[in-house]
């Protein structure tokens, strides 16, 4: 199999790519409009075929790349069931595996960030992989004071789905503000400053409720472009309009083509 | 196949098994004597058979479990041929693959911490692995200070061998001393303190030079007892003597049975 980490800097996301060598198929686990034009590079480079993108969840800090890549590519885009979005090809739900050639990931229904989320758990044969999206970060989780967060809700979630797992299990994150690419469940249940050392319920609940969080700066335009499988709503401020602006595939992908006959 | 990451606390060691689930065989990187025991626990609940013990490097900081482990199981002993141990069973290099069972490591010569030190590399079907030993640990790497230690030949092995590798490649360290349990060469290229960012060798040969640490605690024995594969030499301390005169493997084997039977 092929795997890549991709990270998408205005909002520190992390875009993962997942291959099945053997077809050529591959998923795009939370892309980002904003480097839809790098994921069409490294696909190309790849030489792979897009087949789904795949959310973890409703985004707030930025649009899904889901949309866009569908038009370019003719992917199919995947979101957790209980989404119910019009705009999706096919809904995601715990208990059914999602498959990507001869990959196989299994949803895991994880609420607390939002009341829908859900990470995707697989196995690479040396360890159980966990792409955890906002439920668990690194040292940190998704906060849970918007959209339809709560926090007892993450830390059930958090508990019954993650720190289950074998501690050698990695855990990689939908965001890291700090540079760091993965962690894994026995380093989270050590050091997570909100979770670790067996912190309770109650405790945790606390922490989360006295964050005072700023509000997103892009959750007014993201959430309902989201809803949309990332169209752009008119509301987009000036500043980030750039990515909803670009409709220069043949242009993007002849550029890539050149890059990769000089590689 | 099967992996487990160990600890040992004394030393914040981490032995690493790997083991080739159709063969059963399997491998202890960097065992530690006073965990000989703990291994052997481990091996029996997971009904392996230990083939080889696998040294990074002449230890300053632990004594080796090697020969305690060829003593009570049978396994041979692995080490850098480099380093012309009468008392171990085969010698690997960079170049010639290291075997158990399907399981396939390549040997890297990573000189800096000691002057044979190795890092075993491994491909595990997602992403590249790398065993660093001591030339590479999380935000931080080995001393230089003793033994054979020399921080130019360090940041050259660094450079060459590890930082030459696909970001996703996983960075399973021989210690940590905060809790951590892996990173990735994209992480350390980012963040590490002494390394990352594109340090020079001035400055790294700076850094190393100026760290003043203290002499290790079981150096005078750890080094000579593990030049005869871990075998306990006279000198050590009655603090440290316990898990040399451990002798009752028999009765270590009877309980770990009996373990697994209430398991």
Redesign the interface.
Known sequence: ?I???LFEQDSSTYTYLLACERTGECVLIDPVIDTVERDLQVLQALGLTLTYTLETHMHADHLTGARKLREYTGSRIAVPAMDRLDCADIGVEEGRPFRVGDLELQPLFTPGHTSTHHAYRFN????P?LFTGDALLIEACGRTDFQSGDPAALYHSIHSRFFSLP??T?VYPAHDY???????I??EK??NPRLGNGRSLEAFVAIMDSMNLPYPRKLDFAVPGNMACGQCPDNVPEQYRGPCEITALPQALQRVAKVGDQG
């Open positions: 199999m795997f890549r980490q690479n044969g040396m360890q992989v501690d050698e990695l700090e540079g760091r690419q993965l962690s894994t026995g380093q050590n050091r």
